[in-house]
C-alpha cells in the first residue's frame, strides 16, 4: 500500500511539472521574437515637422496624441498587407553608404502609412515602393537619425521587432447608433491584429470585420452597454480578451485604453 501510494504521489508530482512545463511552453511561443535582418531601401517624406505623416493609412491620426510620435515609417505594400501590418515594428540600419551615421546601429519604427505605387516611374528609378519591392518610407526626422538626409535613399538593414508599448490596448471610436468602427492602437508584441470580435453587456460575441488600415467594424446596435474586445494577433495567433472597455454611456470621437495587452 506503501509503495503504491507513493507511485501515485511521484505520478501527481510529475503531472504537475509537466503541465506547468506546458503553460510555459504555450506562453513563451505567443510572444514575438525578432526576425533575421534582411536587406531593403529606404527613403523620407516630409519635413522636419514630420506633419506629413500625420492621419495616414493605418488611421491613427496625430501621431502625437496617439503615442507614436515621429519615429514612424510608410511601407510598400509588399509589406503593408492590405492593412494587416499596421503597428508592426521594425528596427533600421543604414547598411554599407557613404550616407550612413557610424554612430547610429538602428533605429525602431512603427508602421503608421502606406507608401503607395507609382507605376509612372520605375522600379529602380522613383518608383520605390512598387510590388515586390521591400521598401521603408520613413518619416523625415526618423531617417536623419540613421543617414544624411541629402541622401534621398539609402540601403538598410532591417528586422522586425516586439513593440514595446506603456499600459494597454487602445480603442478610439468612429460610427454611429448602428455602425461601431475600431482603430486599434498601443498594440504590443507583434503590433498586428488578424481578427476581432465586439460583446456588448447584453449581446453575445459580435465578428468583426476589418475594415482598412488598423480599423476594425460591426454593423450592430450596441448603444447603452458596456462593451469588451476579444483580438487575435495576425503574426503569433495569441489572443486576449480586454473586458469592459467601454461603459456603457460609450460615445464616438472618444479612446478608451485597455489593461491588457500582447506579450
Known amino acids: 500500500m506503501a509503495a503504491a501510494s507513493l507511485d501515485q504521489s511521484w505520478s501527481f508530482r510529475f503531472f504537475l511539472l ?11 511561443s505567443a510572444a514575438f521574437r525578432p526576425s533575421l535582418w534582411q536587406l531593403a531601401h529606404a527613403t523620407f517624406y516630409g519635413d522636419e515637422t514630420a506633419s506629413a505623416t500625420m492621419g495616414g493609412a493605418c488611421g491613427y491620426g496625430n501621431l502625437f496624441a496617439t503615442g507614436y510620435g515621429t519615429d514612424t515609417v510608410a511601407l510598400s505594400s509588399t509589406l503593408f498587407n492590405n492593412g494587416y501590418a499596421c503597428g508592426t515594428c521594425y528596427q533600421i540600419k543604414c547598411f554599407q553608404s557613404q550616407w550612413c551615421y557610424g554612430s547610429v ?4 519604427v512603427t508602421a503608421t502609412n502606406l507608401c503607395p505605387p507609382n507605376w509612372s516611374q520605375d522600379s529602380n528609378s522613383g518608383g520605390w515602393c512598387n510590388p515586390p519591392r521591400t521598401h521603408f518610407d520613413m518619416s523625415k526626422p526618423a531617417f536623419m537619425k540613421v543617414a544624411e538626409w541629402k541622401a534621398g535613399i539609402i540601403p538598410v538593414m532591417y ?5 514595446q508599448r506603456a499600459g494597454g490596448l487602445q480603442f478610439s471610436f468612429q460610427g454611429n447608433g448602428y455602425w461601431l468602427l475600431v482603430y486599434v492602437m498601443n498594440v504590443g508584441g507583434a503590433g498586428d491584429i488578424a481578427q476581432m470580435w465586439v460583446k456588448g453587456s447584453k449581446t453575445d460575441w459580435i465578428s468583426m470585420s476589418h475594415n482598412w488600415g488598423a480599423s476594425y467594424q460591426a454593423f450592430a446596435a450596441l448603444g447603452s452597454q458596456s462593451l469588451s474586445f476579444r483580438l487575435i494577433s495576425y503574426s503569433t495567433r495569441e489572443t486576449i480578451i480586454a473586458w469592459n472597455v467601454a461603459p456603457a454611456n460609450w460615445n464616438v470621437g472618444l479612446t478608451y485604453q485597455a489593461t491588457v495587452n500582447f506579450h
Do not use: D, G, Q
Open 18 to 28: 509537466m503541465a506547468s512545463i506546458l503553460a510555459i511552453s504555450c506562453k513563451s
Open 105 to 108: 546601429p538602428y533605429i525602431t
Open 159 to 163: 528586422r522586425r521587432v516586439p513593440c
